[in-house]
């Protein structure tokens, strides 16, 4: 994601703590994206710190087919408890991308093993889930992967409901369920916000309008919740806004903390049941070297702990109040658009002549007159976005509005 031909050079960073990255010679960058999304609690939380140092000195890996180990049955017992009740088995992998991988592969599966195969896959359109083969197919045919477009498997992308267009875009999933219902597989989505689509938000009532009619027709619902999970949008998971209880869940950045890489794919008890056979073809292959890795075990765990045992809820209506009063903020000014805050996400559109979206001209302008004032932000185009860790205090907040308003004067 860095052109290196256009690119200053990057930044060194020597160590973290909360919500700052430390230059080397003691520069503190407050972290307003959260280090692309993951940190959640904030950095080198301590509790997490010691658990993986504990961890560490007793077992750091081992393989995890056929073998298991303390860390990665306590982190089970614990987000079996945090989850929906409906997904009772999880697989645990190394990234997003790799969750996704492993729900698009039980889902096919599931088709294939209870005997009636489907062959197709619906998305939304403009959606993000990985980097990888699969992921890529279902993600939106954009900048990111345009040259790889010969190679991806067929997905049917159909609008996104976002209040503009809510209404075409469940005709258009009615019709094409009426129309090949029975040959679609799963439906895929990032739930409530679709994140590198450029903080794209639509309502629950539409997500749970497109669940129940994928469910009507036999489609499994997967849940990209990789970006979504763990508070960012002011429910534990964006799905219980929607109060839907997809087939599948993909999780992972926030999961550990953002501690240590890790994903984890969540499913229902059905879909075990369709690999679960005497007949070893029916096995669920999919091997991933670092499968349950002890040391991502045991910072899930401790990060699973503080969830359970200080306020972090408190921390996030917080962060998502400040956001409210900064919405009504932004809102008034005619050189922003599209405003929109959900949870402790925040972001707006700045508005730009020439070229649009991720290939804006004003993103790495925006990105350089913002790290000038010590904040990380990331544009995506011209969209700038708020996605902090849970530790930031409303005076931090209060800085990165500051800046995001003197950045965008700079820059235009
Ligand atoms: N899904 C979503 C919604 C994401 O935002 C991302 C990463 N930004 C991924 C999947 C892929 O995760 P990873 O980069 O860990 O492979």
Not at 285 to 306: D, P, R, V, W, Y
């Amino acid at each position: 994601m860095t052109q290196h031909a256009l690119m200053s050079a990057e930044i060194h960073i020597d160590r973290a703590q909360g919500a700052y990255l430390y230059k080397k010679d003691g520069t503190a960058i407050l972290d307003a994206i959260s280090s692309w999304w993951v940190i959640t609690h904030g950095h080198c939380h301590p509790k997490i710190v010691s658990a993986v140092q504990e961890q560490a000195a007793k077992l750091e890996q081992v393989i995890f087919a056929g073998f298991t180990h303390d860390p990665a049955e306590e982190l089970t017992e614990k987000l079996m408890k945090l989850t929906n009740p409906a997904h009772e088995f999880v697989f645990y992998s190394d990234s997003g991308s790799t969750a996704i991988e492993v729900a698009l592969k039980m889902a096919i599966g599931y088709h294939e093993h209870t005997g009636k195969p489907r062959h197709k896959v619906i998305a939304l359109e403009g959606g993000y889930h990985g980097d990888t083969f699969g992921a890529m197919s279902t993600g939106a045919r954009g900048v990111f992967n345009k040259l790889y477009e010969p190679f991806l498997f067929e997905t049917v992308h159909i609008p996104v409901p976002t209040p503009d267009q809510e209404e075409t875009a469940l005709s258009t999933l009615e019709d094409l369920l009426a129309r090949e219902g029975d040959n679609i597989a799963a439906f895929i989505f990032e739930p409530l916000v679709q994140g590198a689509a450029g903080m794209v938000m639509y309502s629950p009532e539409s997500l749970q309008k497109m669940a129940a009619m994928c469910q009507a027709h036999g489609v499994l619902l997967i849940a990209d919740e990789v970006m979504t999970g763990f508070g960012r949008t002011g429910a534990l998971f964006a799905c219980e806004k929607a109060g839907i209880t997809p087939d599948l869940v993909a999780l992972s950045k926030g999961i550990t903390g953002g501690f240590l890489p890790m994903g984890a794919t969540l499913c229902t008890r059905d879909i075990y049941m369709a690999f679960y056979k005497k007949d070893r073809t029916k096995t669920f292959f999919h091997s991933t070297s670092f499968t349950g890795n002890a040391l991502a075990c045991a910072a899930a765990k401790a990060s699973l702990e503080i969830w359970e045992n200080e306020d972090v809820m408190a921390r996030i209506a917080m962060i998502d109040e400040t956001h409210k009063k900064a919405v009504q903020r932004f809102e008034t000014r005619d050189d922003i658009s599209a405003v929109r805050h959900q949870g402790t996400l925040f972001a707006l559109d700045v508005q730009v002549d020439g070229t649009q979206g991720y290939l804006s001209q004003l993103g790495p302008k925006l990105y350089e007159a913002v790290l000038s004032q010590n904040i990380l932000l990331r544009p995506i185009g011209n969209t700038i976005y708020v996605l902090p860790p849970y530790c930031i205090t409303a005076d931090e907040l209060e800085s990165i509005y500051a800046c995001i308003e003197s950045s965008i004067a700079r820059v235009l």
